[in-house]
T-cell receptor
Framework: KNQVEQSPQSLIILEGKNCTLQ??????????LRWYKQDTGRGPVSLTI?????NTKSNGRYTATLDADTKQSSLHITASQLSDSASYIC????????????FGTGTRLTVIP | NAGVMQNPRHLVRRRGQEARLRCSPM?????VYWYRQLPEEGLKFMVY????????ESGMPKERFSAEFPKEGPSILRIQQVVRGDSAAYFC???????????FGPGTRLLVL
């Protein structure tokens, strides 16, 4: 069964600190993996997209990693800011199927001053 | 998610009424997806449409729910005879033929009294 699991479910960190969010998936055949940021009351916005051959991809203070062998991904946020408070959603795409996106339930990050 | 428009942003209905949610994807995006998000939960796929055609409606309840994406005009998600359990945020996302990345709208928050 194609599934995407994220941990932790929620996280509270101090402003300026780093954090890492985890994503494990069982989606097959794998096409790509995306991390989205969803601010409260808004739609998700894409942060990074990684294909099978990519191990690391950065977008500013966000760095995503992918281990296709263990089917794990992480999103590392450095020097967190208050504006990083949001839900971070891991989305895995399969190569087959008309609707081939599988969503994690997200990690709710709160950055406090 | 700039460019994807959804309206209304908030909709209040009484049980038994009809709810019509509209989504205008970005120009050139002929593929539209609808998702439902309950509080504290992840996005759940409902239906995938490509201009005038329903490609996959496996996530949409068979009764009371319908969706369309006409040749001209926005995509419409229609919920007839709403019940309290329909209260949720409904997001649409669009993409082009060539790319997989979906661009999300800001969502419509439906509250059924």
């Amino acid at each position: 069964k194609n599934q995407v699991e994220q941990s932790p479910q929620s996280l509270i960190i101090l402003e300026g600190k780093n954090c890492t969010l985890q994503c494990n998936y069982t989606v097959s055949p794998f096409s790509n993996l995306r991390w989205y940021k969803q601010d409260t009351g808004r739609g998700p916005v894409s942060l990074t997209i990684m294909t099978f051959s990519e191990n690391t991809k950065s977008n500013g203070r966000y760095t995503a990693t992918l281990d296709a062998d263990t089917k794990q991904s992480s999103l590392h946020i450095t020097a967190s800011q208050l504006s990083d408070s949001a839900s971070y959603i891991c989305v895995v795409s399969a190569k087959t199927g008309a609707n081939n996106l599988f969503f994690g339930t997200g990690t709710r990050l709160t950055v406090i001053p | 998610n700039a460019g994807v428009m959804q309206n209304p942003r908030h909709l209040v209905r009484r049980r038994g009424q009809e709810a019509r949610l509209r989504c205008s994807p970005m120009k050139g995006h002929s593929h539209v997806y609808w998702y439902r998000q309950l509080p504290e939960e992840g996005l759940k796929f409902m239906v995938y449409l490509q201009k005038e055609n329903i490609i996959d409606e496996s996530g949409m309840p068979k009764e009371r729910f319908s969706a369309e994406f006409p040749k001209e005009g926005p995509s419409i998600l229609r919920i007839q005879q709403v019940v309290r359990g329909d209260s949720a945020a409904y997001f649409c996302a669009g993409r082009t033929n060539a790319a997989e990345t979906q661009y999300f709208g800001p969502g419509t928050r439906l509250l059924v009294l």
